[in-house]
């Protein structure tokens, strides 16, 4: 059982919390060409560096909290699910929020991205 909710993790973190760690930090950057991703990273170049590292550290903050809010949404709304391979995750863990977190939490096991404990 297990396994199936660290593999839920490991989906979560390298494919939600990474990739949106990365994305956004491309956009602040200038390595992503899109219009808007230029016009934010216009407004983040005009910032001295103590506001561009504390936009930096911010990041993956607002990424964790809404992955975090998610989870709590599915604890606390029994009639929606998490099904990976015909096993609901909601029952299998004791607090899908708090599988994130801890030095054997999801965040620690499988991220590649920077993290910070707040």
């Avoid at 099904?83 to 620690?108: F, H, M, P, R």
């Amino acid at each position: 059982m297990d396994d199936v909710l660290s593999y839920f993790g490991e989906k979560l973190i390298n494919e939600v919390r990474d990739r949106t760690i990365r994305r956004f930090d491309m956009r602040i950057t200038g390595k992503m060409r899109d219009e808007n991703s230029q016009k934010l990273f216009k407004e983040v170049s005009e910032l001295d560096e103590n506001c561009i590292r504390l936009i930096s550290r911010i990041i993956p903050q607002v990424v964790d909290l809404s992955i975090h809010n998610m989870l709590c949404m599915f604890e606390e709304n029994p009639e929606m699910e998490i099904q990976v391979e015909n096993e609901c995750i909601n029952k299998i863990s004791d607090g899908l929020a708090g599988e994130l977190y801890t030095e054997d939490g999801w965040i620690q096991r499988f991220s590649n991205q920077r993290y910070e404990e707040i």
